[in-house]
C-alpha cells in the first residue's frame, strides 16, 4: 500500500512514520511545507533514504492508495497563536486531498480531527450521542481551531461516496513530545526533570492519554478495513484523573507537587474537566487498544528520563 503523509513534520506523524517503518508492506510518501526539516528528522531517527520527501505542490502528480492528513497544531497555545488562519490552512489541504480523492476515488483519506470539535464544554466525558456545541453568536478565539476541524468533518459527511475517516484525536503523548508544551503531562515531567515542585490546581480533570502503538493499531485498522466514510474518536483502554497520575508520578519518578486552590488553570482552548470520550464507535471497525492511559504514559515517561540520562541529564 503506497499512503501519503501530509504534514511530515508534526510530533505524531513522526511517531507513526517510525511504527510504519518496523513493518513490511507500507510504502510512505513524506509531505511537509519544510522537506529539508524532514530529511534532517528521518537522518537523526536513522531512517535517512528510506522514504521520498517532497513539498506539497508534488502531491497531486504521485499515485497513493492512503492519504494521512497530519497539516496542523498539536499544541493548544500554537493553534491559538495562529489566529484565524487556521481555518485557512486546515481548509487549504483537506480541499487539496478532496479534489485529489474525487479524481482517484479508490484512495481513501484519513483525516486528524479533534476532539475540539464537540465544542469547547467537557464537564462529562463525550458519547456517540453527545452534540457538538458552538457558541455561534459569541464565538471566542479559543474555539477556532475546534470549529476548523468540525467544518472539514461537515464537509467529509457532505461526500458519503468517498472514503474518508475522520479520526477526533483527544490526548496523545509520547517521548517525542516537546516538554515546553504547556499541558498537564509536560508540567509533571519538566518538574521532575529539573528537580523543581510543580504547583498545581485542585481542579479534578480527567484524561485518555493516547499512545504511539495503539493510535498506530488504530490507523492499521482503518487502513485494512473494508472503505467508508465515518468518523471515530480515539481512546485508550482507560482514562486517568489528575490525582491518579500525579500519586503515580510520585511514587514512580519521585515528583513532587503542592496543590494550590487559587490557581487560575483555564487552558489555551477553555476549561476541560473531562476531555475523553466513551463512544467506542472504532471498536465496530476491530479497533482494540492495548494499553490504559497510565501505562502509556509510564512507558513514555521512563523513556524521557532514559534518554535525559543518556544524554547526560540528570532526571533527579
Not at 489528575?242 to 482552548?269: D, N, Q, V, W
Amino acid at each position: 500500500m503506497k499512503i501519503a503523509i501530509l504534514g511530515a513534520t508534526s510530533q505524531i506523524a513522526r511517531d507513526l512514520i517510525v511504527s510504519f517503518s518496523a513493518e513490511e508492506g507500507r510504502q510512505l510518501h513524506l509531505f511537509a511545507r519544510r522537506p529539508d526539516a524532514v530529511m534532517t528528522w528521518l537522518a537523526s531517527s536513522g531512517l535517512a533514504g528510506s522514504y521520498p520527501v517532497d513539498d506539497f505542490s508534488a502531491f497531486a502528480t504521485q499515485e497513493f492508495d492512503a492519504v494521512i492528513n497530519f497539516v496542523g497544531v498539536g499544541d493548544p497555545a500554537q493553534a491559538v497563536a495562529m489566529g484565524n488562519s487556521i481555518f485557512d490552512v486546515t481548509l487549504r489541504f483537506d480541499e487539496m486531498v478532496l479534489d485529489y480523492i474525487r479524481t482517484n476515488p479508490k484512495c481513501r483519506y484519513l483525516f486528524l480531527s479533534s476532539g475540539a470539535a464537540y465544542g469547547s464544554n467537557f464537564s462529562d466525558p463525550v458519547k456517540h450521542d453527545t452534540p457538538s456545541i458552538v457558541a455561534v453568536n459569541n464565538l471566542s478565539p479559543h474555539e477556532w481551531y475546534g470549529v476548523s476541524k468540525l467544518h472539514a468533518e461537515c464537509r467529509h459527511r457532505a461526500h458519503p461516496e468517498l472514503a474518508i475517516i475522520d479520526l477526533r484525536v483527544f490526548n496523545y503523548f509520547s517521548r517525542t513530545q516537546d516538554l515546553s508544551a504547556r499541558f498537564l503531562i509536560t508540567d509533571i515531567l519538566r518538574s521532575i526533570r529539573d528537580g523543581v515542585v510543580m504547583k498545581t490546581s485542585s481542579d479534578p480533570i480527567v484524561r485518555d492519554f493516547l499512545h504511539p502503538s495503539d493510535f498506530h493499531r488504530l490507523i492499521e485498522v482503518f487502513l485494512s478495513a473494508p472503505a467508508t466514510n465515518a468518523v471515530v474518536d480515539c481512546y485508550s483502554r482507560a482514562p486517568i484523573d489528575k490525582s491518579g497520575l500525579l500519586l503515580a508520578m510520585k511514587e514512580k519518578f519521585g515528583l513532587r507537587y503542592e496543590i494550590s486552590k487559587a490557581m487560575e488553570t483555564t487552558g489555551a482552548t477553555g476549561r476541560k474537566a473531562c476531555y475523553y470520550s466513551l463512544n467506542t464507535r472504532a471498536a465496530d471497525f476491530g479497533y482494540q487498544p492495548f494499553l490504559t492511559s497510565l501505562e502509556g504514559l509510564m512507558i513514555e515517561a521512563k523513556a524521557v528520563f532514559q534518554r535525559g540520562v543518556n544524554q547526560g541529564v540528570s532526571s533527579e
